[in-house]
């Protein structure tokens, strides 16, 4: 990566776009595609390898729409040429992999469309190429790997509904994008991905995916490549260095302080007021979770700790110890109280209805009754935050700036 130059960008940077609209095939549905040329001098980086399932799977379902090869990862030797393929399931074998009736003797196979072509991988259309990859165990990894702004315009579409404005969806957009990179750069260099397509990493759902209803979504849009190539080359850093920006859903009026989460977390992650998050469904919440069932994973949780945890008799949150801070969950047995971070506690329990680890507990019967606010881990930018503040008349830079106390916004050029 090139050493960043340049320092806050103001807004109405002005970019040159070349844009055409090329038709694809007509399968699973026709979509008009929006193709832009990144700016002259804008720094140029390896395209982005994406996991695009949480385990490694033994069979993968494939379609291509378009004509495509398929070679070995890294050779040249091109073991399959054809103007598409219908939807067939590929498979593990002995020495390589099974492709309808055909067998490619390879250990990673690469698939690669014609330009601006597309792989159904499940049901979801990705950009770019696809990686089929043998691992250990008899298993195989699927990667997508996909220019940065292609990745970055489908990032912002995943992450941040279009409602939300362009200004925070201009922020996201440099956010996404400066995460992507330092994922890139601290990969581990023996690794077959960069980051994954889940909120694991953030969200990602390329370029269309089928819903649970059946119905036909795109993954990007118009807009959000347009975003993504308006910001090009735009990153967040500090003292002249990347960081990865770490964001959440829904702060619920104050950030966490990023070091309380993550090891790697820059200073700009600090613990910072937000007042514009209120409008999130999830501001406010409430679940309830049966006395038997808290117990029950309690004493899972510590006898997986080797140690002893009885009856569930109290359990109460303590006090935040700093802004932004953690708050303990304290609980007793009748015979020893523990206290646990809330952060922890929640994990114990499961993030299903506990949205975040702000939240206080009171007994109702037989049952606990959590009371919370917001939604994930709160650290930087707050996107329901950035959404209110855009729609206040700030931009995608000012909003930057509020979340990641700091930092500095830089283009990255080939300079």
């Not at 040329?37 to 490694?56: D, M």
């Not at 523990?338 to 680890?357: C, D």
Request: hydrophobic share 40%.
């Amino acid at each position: 990566m090139r050493k960043p130059t340049g320092t806050w960008i103001i807004a109405g940077l002005a970019f040159s776009f070349v844009i055409a609209l090329i038709l694809f095939p007509r399968q699973r549905g026709q979509r008009a595609r929006l193709v832009i040329q990144p700016p002259q001098g804008v720094a140029k980086f390896r395209p982005i390898r994406v996991c695009l399932v949480p385990e490694a799977v033994t069979t993968v379902s494939i379609q291509i729409d378009g004509p495509f090869q398929v070679t070995p990862v890294g050779g040249t030797q091109i073991l399959l040429n054809q103007p598409r393929q219908a939807k067939t399931a590929v498979t593990l074998v002995l020495n390589g992999f099974r492709w309808d009736q055909r067998e490619l003797s390879a250990p990673r196979l690469e698939i690669t469309p014609a330009a601006n072509g597309a792989v159904w991988v499940g049901e979801k259309e990705y950009p770019g190429k696809v990686q089929l990859i043998r691992i250990p165990g008899g298993r195989m990894q699927l990667v997508n790997v996909v220019p940065l702004e292609d990745y970055v315009a489908c990032v912002v579409d995943s992450e941040m509904p279009r409602e939300f404005g362009p200004e925070a969806r201009k922020a996201q957009a440099i956010t996404a994008r400066s995460y992507a990179l330092a994922q890139m750069q601290n990969a581990n260099p023996g690794a077959f991905y960069d980051l994954h397509a889940s909120t694991r990493s953030q969200k990602y759902n390329g370029r269309r995916y089928l819903s649970s209803d059946g119905r036909m979504l795109a993954g990007d849009s118009a807009e959000s490549l347009q975003l993504a190539y308006e910001t090009a080359g735009m990153v967040c850093t500090y003292e002249g260095k990347l960081f990865c920006t770490y964001y959440s859903a829904v702060c619920s009026g104050r950030t966490s302080l990023g070091s309380d989460f993550f090891s790697d977390a820059a200073f700009p992650h600090q613990s910072v007021i937000c007042e514009w998050c209120a409008d999130s469904p999830l501001y406010r919440w409430q679940t309830l979770r049966t006395n038997a069932e808290v117990q029950e994973k309690l004493h899972r949780y510590f006898a997986d700790q080797g140690s002893r945890f009885e009856s569930l008799t109290s359990l109460a949150v303590g006090p935040v110890p700093h802004p932004g801070g953690v708050a303990p969950v304290i609980m007793s047995d009748g015979k020893q109280t523990v206290s646990l971070p809330a952060t922890t506690f929640r994990r114990i329990l499961g993030t299903n209805g506990l949205y975040s680890h702000h939240f206080q507990v009171a007994a109702q019967g037989t049952n606990w009754v959590f009371t919370g606010s917001g939604n994930g881990h709160g650290v930087g930018l707050c996107q329901w935050g950035a959404r209110g503040l855009g729609h206040a008349g700030k931009n995608g830079l000012e909003i930057l700036a509020h979340y990641y106390p700091g930092a500095e916004v830089v283009v990255l050029t080939d300079e």
